[in-house]
DNA sequence: GCTAACAAACAAACTAGTTGGTTGGAAAGG
DNA sequence: CCTTTCCAACCAACTAGTTTGTTTGTTAGC
């Protein structure tokens, strides 16, 4: 096997992305991910430091790679946002399982990469304000996040769905089902944006 | 200090509760437990059995509580299914917490008190079936799902409402402006289902 | 005084992180 | 072109510390 300082540390990035998405920080073991890599533990601390900071590399690199598959983009119609999210996370469910690990184990004040998500978020907020026609702000913040929501938690739960839905979204006709209703869902409650600005206006101003 | 053995396995219990909503199975610790219930270890593992006995005992208890106090009513409308099951999980989070984790943990076949899940799950079902004056079916359990996850979803990932929203989440306003946000998105998005059905039809029969 | 409930110490197993030593291979020197 | 030197990449084995689960002794109710 020839030396590759390169190659060693993607194969120990690729085994600690599947440790930590499957076992979360805790859970993982250091000594499963060198074996999954094929190289030795010893690596994993000379390039990475400990433990808890490969941690948060791996999570930083996939939260990140979620994050930019799921941006709105300029005149996307909600509903085809929610079908290409379901979709993407559906691709790559261990991404999602990375949210899901953090919003368990970070539970302190401090948010790894906060900005720049802050910021994220800000231009899908204003692309899906522009898509709306209306003017950015916490109504359609709210809009966004439920969105994202939609897309995310039939994927992130999908034990509890086959339960609900008495194994239904099992199969793929199940799956597909599924997304389209949730694809109308966003387009009907989107509506509700304007409704509830109107009723609950007094509040505001 | 009077004996009283129910006493303490209802401490024990309670400890226990705390120490795996917060930390999971994997991160909790047994002496933390003791530490936290003002009772021994030894007294945890003679009731108990071991560690992992005590958490499956934990996550059914904590997850029936959920499912109980999250059932769709007679004659219940969505809209106010949403309001309360989002009100129940903002003021007992850690059960949310533990469903969180069991998506997380629990990943092969077995799904823990599977026959009692889907019976209730079933029966909320049927009552929002009858409310919406359609068949019960695989469109109103995905209607269920979805309607779960919204009141879920914001709870469940507070951290990422508060960077996608700017903080507004993080306000009790906010979080009141969400919920009827969420009210009206709900009582909207669920007009699809006719429309999905009737567009879909070719396919099912 | 007998027994169930408790505390504390203990052993075995496991895990993060370290150390000392080995090897491939490039660069320097002849 | 060959060989010696040297260094970074690499690894097996080890250490220090933690954690689960047990055992041994103590206390308090009946």
Known sequence: MPRDPEA????????????????GLAGARVDRIAARSGYNKERIYARFGDKESLYQRVLSEMLEEMRLATVVEEGEDVGDYVRKSFDFHRSRPELLRMLLWEALECTG????????RRRCYARSGAALAAQLGRPAGPEVARLLFTLIGLAAWPIAFSTLGRLV???DTATEEGQMALRE???????????SINEFITSGSRQDL
Do not use: K, S, W
């Open 8 to 23: 060693t540390q993607a194969a120990i990035l690729a085994a600690a992305r599947a440790e930590f998405a499957a076992y």
């Open 109 to 116: 004040e401090f948010v790894p990469d906060e900005q720049e």
């Open 165 to 167: 839905t008495g194994d």
């Open 181 to 191: 209703f949730l694809v109308e869902f966003a387009r009907h409650g989107t509506e």
